[in-house]
């Protein structure tokens, strides 16, 4: 089942811009992990927040996350052309049972 | 290494064939994934298995029959296929129920 949602669905910026998403899901959760694919290759890991943890960085990344409303965002710094992907929340539940569920995803293009 | 295999990387199959998929990883994890994604859609959990037994299986249909031979190797047998599932499927594994997923790049499947 999708508990998470993303906005926007769609995102167009020229390089060298930051980039927000936005990820809103439903139940409590132990971790949100956000997720990076490119051209409908394999997903490729980018950060885990841990429900304990606000804010989280990893190089031109940056995570937030408030689970008061439930919430997170992924800003991209200084965007690239190779940053240009399709960028999934995921949410695990209030049990530890191995499933992720996916947000429907952010298609970010990076304009040269 | 933080690698996961998938082979083939493309198939085409008509709805009588029977043919499978493969996954390997070598980094220790005990929990191993299939699923499925269909174009501009985020990844479904198909089947999970933990310490090499199924634990989870999202009611996929009977004509997708998925094997663990060990803790490296995950397949997933196809037979008797329909055209509407065709799709990309990606393979992931874990250390843990709440762990980062490393994701193979996927078999893009074609069935006619």
Same mark, same amino acid.
């Given at each position: 089942?999708?508990?998470?949602?993303?906005?926007?669905?769609?995102?167009?910026?020229?390089?060298?811009?930051?980039?927000?998403?936005?990820?809103?899901?439903?139940?409590?959760?132990?971790?949100?992990?956000?997720?990076?694919?490119?051209?409908?290759?394999?997903?490729?890991?980018?950060?885990?927040?841990?429900?304990?943890?606000?804010?989280?960085?990893?190089?031109?990344?940056?995570?937030?996350?408030?689970?008061?409303?439930?919430?997170?965002?992924?800003?991209?710094?200084?965007?690239?052309?190779?940053?240009?992907?399709?960028?999934?929340?995921?949410?695990?539940?209030?049990?530890?049972?191995?499933?992720?569920?996916?947000?429907?995803?952010?298609?970010?293009?990076?304009?040269? | 290494?933080?690698?996961?295999?998938?082979?083939?990387?493309?198939?085409?199959?008509?709805?009588?064939?029977?043919?499978?998929?493969? *996954?390997?990883?070598?980094?220790?994890?005990?929990?191993?994934?299939?699923?499925?994604?269909?174009?501009?859609?985020?990844?479904?959990?198909?089947?999970?298995?933990?310490?090499?037994?199924?634990?989870?299986?999202?009611?996929?249909?009977?004509?997708?029959?998925?094997?663990?031979?060990?803790?490296?190797?995950?397949?997933?047998?196809?037979?008797?296929?329909?055209?509407?599932?065709?799709?990309?499927?990606? *393979?992931?594994?874990?250390?843990?129920?709440?762990?980062?997923?490393?994701?193979?790049?996927?078999?893009?499947?074609?069935?006619?």
């Amino acid at each position: 089942s999708q508990q998470g949602e993303e906005d926007p669905q769609a995102l167009s910026i020229q390089e060298g811009e930051n980039a927000t998403m936005n990820c809103s899901y439903k139940t409590s959760i132990n971790n949100l992990q956000w997720y990076r694919q490119n051209s409908g290759r394999g997903l490729v890991h980018l950060i885990l927040i841990r429900s304990n943890e606000r804010e989280k960085h990893s190089g031109r990344l940056r995570v937030t996350l408030d689970t008061s409303k439930k919430s997170s965002s992924l800003l991209i710094t200084a965007s690239r052309a190779a940053d240009t992907a399709s960028y999934f929340c995921a949410t695990d539940g209030p049990i530890s049972d191995y499933k992720l569920s996916f947000g429907a995803g952010t298609t970010v293009t990076v304009r040269a | 290494d933080t690698e996961v295999t998938q082979t083939p990387k493309h198939l085409v199959m008509g709805m009588t064939n029977k043919k499978s998929l493969k *996954c390997e990883q070598h980094m220790g994890h005990r929990a191993m994934y299939w699923y499925k994604q269909k174009a501009k859609k985020p990844p479904e959990l198909m089947f999970v298995y933990s310490y090499e037994k199924l634990s989870i299986n999202e009611s996929v249909p009977s004509r997708f029959s998925p094997e663990c031979p060990n803790s490296s190797l995950l397949n997933l047998h196809l037979h008797a296929l329909q055209p509407e599932d065709s799709a990309l499927y990606l *393979c992931a594994s874990s250390s843990g129920g709440t762990e980062t997923q490393y994701f193979g790049p996927g078999t893009r499947l074609l069935v006619l």
